[in-house]
């Protein structure tokens, strides 16, 4: 088992930065990538971010230049950089885990909301 704990988010000014943390515990060695989910009221989840466990990174079109993910594997943290924020990255943040055993195992944290508004 992986517990997620998030931290960071709250209320933003447009062009804005915020850097969201995500802390795992439990069952971490065999975590294979990490990474950060948004839902916005009325949408999907959709992925912001991940990072494997050897550093490769994808991001979403719509933040790249924008945001980075990184990971501190001493810490068990993942975070996001958020800069130049836009209304439109207005939601609820989830931090992701991938545990790799006979198959990948998915663990969600409970979620920081990131509110982009003047």
């Known amino acids: 088992q992986v517990q997620l704990v998030e931290s960071g988010g709250g209320l933003v000014q447009p062009g804005g930065s915020l850097r969201l943390s995500c802390v795992a515990s439990?069952?971490?060695?065999?975590?294979?990538?990490m990474g950060w989910y948004r839902q916005a009221p009325g949408k999907q989840r959709e992925l912001v971010a991940d990072?494997?466990?050897?550093?490769?990174?994808n991001y979403a079109d719509s933040v790249k230049g924008r945001f980075t993910i990184s990971r501190d594997n001493a810490k068990n943290t993942v975070y996001l950089q958020m800069n130049s924020l836009k209304p439109e990255d207005t939601a609820v943040y989830y931090c992701?885990?991938?545990?790799?055993?006979?198959?990948?195992?998915?663990?969600w944290g409970q979620g920081t909301q990131v509110t982009v508004s003047s």
């Open positions: 992701n885990a991938d545990e790799e055993r006979l198959a990948i195992i998915t663990y």
């Open positions: 439990g069952s971490t060695i065999n975590i294979v990538a």
């Open positions: 990072i494997t466990s050897g550093g490769s990174t």
